[in-house]
């Protein structure tokens, strides 16, 4: 087999990408080793790059409640982790069944005040969202909402970018098809629902997932906002151990791999809508 | 009002009352706060609320720790966004070349770190930099580098943090990148290197300038983030050692929700907003006599 520069060319970049992603996964693939060593094992010079025997012992210090002298203990990893999924799936939901419509009627429907209300959204967007969270702290105080999760969930429903996201994708549909269904009599509602909708179909997963994935991985906001341990979410949840517990590496390589995992997994499994929707459709593969 | 109207404001008019409540509202209030010495007394009782005017932005001027912040966000913005674009540029060029295999493949392990959580990364990271038992450290000094206490040591603490950052954002513009690349024509590539231009000509004079509104946008949003850093040095290292990682949000943060000077903490918003908005200004002027916009 004949090396020619081609080929040479080929082997050394393949090999370059190979080791950028190695790299890149490093940190993802130690978490995980270190997660099944025993306890204090890692704290050892030179690092063991391989348990010395596999444990769940982490996992089931982390995840199970156990009594001790007649109290119960545990780091409440499970209860954060159902208040982040009820937070993130209730954010989602909303988030779309708010912010579809109105892109979609940014995009194709004729209203007063459209392209002033559209400007005002896009210059929005430069305005840093932690300018407006003291204030905000204050008026979900008066309303009763600190330390709930409705006041978790409200401001992520304030979806601009979501708005601009669903009206590009809209733009692309053909205004004939919506002329013609006006002209058989169907209601504005019914056009939507019936005709737009199925047509938004990929791009709305695309939303969900940006809009969970956002929800799952948010932190000021809900350290801001939450101030009972019991309605902790998961990044705040963590965030509180790791603060007490930062010698304990194994126990946090586990904490970080039950908060990473289910990311990694919908993202793995739903990446073509993902990376699709940052491209923009402009690229396929 | 005709019905394709009535349907849109039905269809409009809940998400704009959501942003109007917690977006616009509390941004003009913000304004109104950092002109009022709101604090733990107003908390308790509005009668103890003050106007003080320009009073919060003159005391910042006054106050070390806020020029520490600035400085700081300053440091991390100066070295990070080249570092992080950097990053993304040389891997979505890697990438685009065509004698790369399994591009989807590379693409989404590279883009991993993205989608997931700062904090459980930075527990990671955190853990990776340790001076004792990291293993950044048994690397260098595999190659006979001495241990560096990457978080302890104030010299060490803003490029250890920005290593993380790195690590965690270039997927997104490399994806962005990789985008821009695909659209390059071929043909100015070819007649290029049939003149005999080099590859850092032809990147220099094909690639760049096709690239140039997707690297000027990347530049704005990268420079509005690494300016919120807050996250990566509140788990990491609590704004130390000897407040080396206080970022300006980190600062805005603690005089706002541990102090609850929360006029104080307005004004200071205030700061980074106008800072985001003028650099963001400064950029696309910039971008405009490239012809990039």
């Known amino acids: 087999m004949a090396l020619n520069p081609r080929r040479l060319r080929a082997i050394v970049l393949n090999a370059a990408v190979a080791c950028v992603t190695l790299v890149t996964l490093l940190p993802f693939v130690w978490m995980v080793i270190v997660s099944f060593m025993p306890r204090y094992e890692s704290s050892r010079y030179p690092p063991p790059l391989w348990p010395s025997r596999w444990t769940l012992g982490n996992y089931y210090e982390l995840l199970v409640r156990r009594q001790y002298d007649g109290a119960w203990f545990d780091y409440r990893i499970l209860p954060a982790m159902g208040n982040s999924l009820l937070v993130a799936a209730i954010s989602t939901l909303l988030g779309l069944l708010l912010t579809v419509p109105a892109g979609y009627a940014f995009a194709k429907l004729h209203f007063r005040g459209r392209e002033r209300l559209l400007k005002m959204l896009i210059a929005s967007l430069v305005i840093p969202g932690q300018v407006a969270m003291l204030p905000l702290f204050l008026i979900f105080r008066e309303l009763g909402l600190v330390d709930s999760y409705a006041g978790v969930i409200l401001p992520s429903l304030a979806g601009i970018f979501a708005i601009l996201f669903v009206r590009q994708a809209t733009l692309g549909i053909p205004d004939e098809m919506i002329d013609a269904a006006r002209l058989d009599g169907a209601g504005e509602t019914r056009i939507f629902v019936s005709i737009v909708l199925p047509l938004l179909m990929p791009i709305t997963v695309t939303l969900a997932l940006f809009l969970f994935l956002g929800s799952w991985n948010d932190f000021l906001w809900p350290l801001i906002v939450l101030s009972d341990q019991h309605h902790y979410t998961l990044p705040v949840a963590v965030a509180a151990i790791s603060r007490e517990h930062a010698a304990d590496g194994e126990l946090m390589m586990a904490a970080a791999v039950v908060t990473t995992l289910p990311v990694l997994a919908l993202f793995l499994a739903l990446q073509r809508y993902y990376i699709g929707g940052l491209l923009g459709g402009s690229i396929k593969g | ?293």
């Open chain 2, 1 to 293: 009002m005709t019905r394709q109207e009535r349907s849109a404001w039905l269809f409009t008019t809940p998400v704009l009352a959501v942003i109007a409540l917690v977006f616009v509202l509390p941004t003009v209030l913000a304004l109104g706060l950092s002109v009022t010495d709101y604090s733990i007394y107003a908390l308790a009782d509005w009668s103890n609320l003050r106007f003080v005017g320009i009073g919060n932005f003159t005391d910042l001027l006054a106050t070390p720790l806020f020029w520490r912040a600035l400085g700081n966000t300053a440091i991390f913005a100066v070295i990070g966004v080249p570092m992080a674009i950097g990053t993304s540029l040389f891997t979505a060029l890697l990438l685009n070349d065509a004698t790369v295999r399994w591009k989807p493949l590379w693409r989404v392990a590279l883009f991993a770190p993205y989608v997931t959580g700062i904090v459980a990364t930075a527990v990671v990271w955190r853990f990776l930099l340790n001076t004792r038992f990291g293993l950044l450290n048994w690397l260098l000094g595999q190659v006979g580098v001495a241990p560096v206490d990457w978080l302890g040591d104030p010299r060490w603490s803003i490029p250890a943090i920005l290593l993380f950052v790195t690590w965690k954002v270039f997927g997104y513009n490399m994806i962005v990148f990789t985008a821009a690349l695909a659209a390059v024509p071929e043909e100015l590539m070819e007649a290029a290197r049939l003149d005999g231009a080099g590859p850092w000509t032809r990147f220099r004079h094909v690639t760049l300038p096709a690239i140039g509104p997707t690297l000027l946008l990347a530049a704005v949003l990268s420079v509005a983030g690494f300016l919120q850093l807050f996250a990566e040095p509140y788990v990491m290292t609590l704004g130390g050692p000897s407040q080396s990682t206080v970022t300006i949000l980190y600062f805005m943060f603690d005089e706002g929700f541990k102090w609850w000077n929360l006029g104080q903490a307005s004004a200071v918003a205030f700061v980074l907003l106008i800072l985001i908005l003028s650099l963001t200004l400064i950029q696309t002027r910039i971008g405009r006599r490239y012809e990039w916009l």
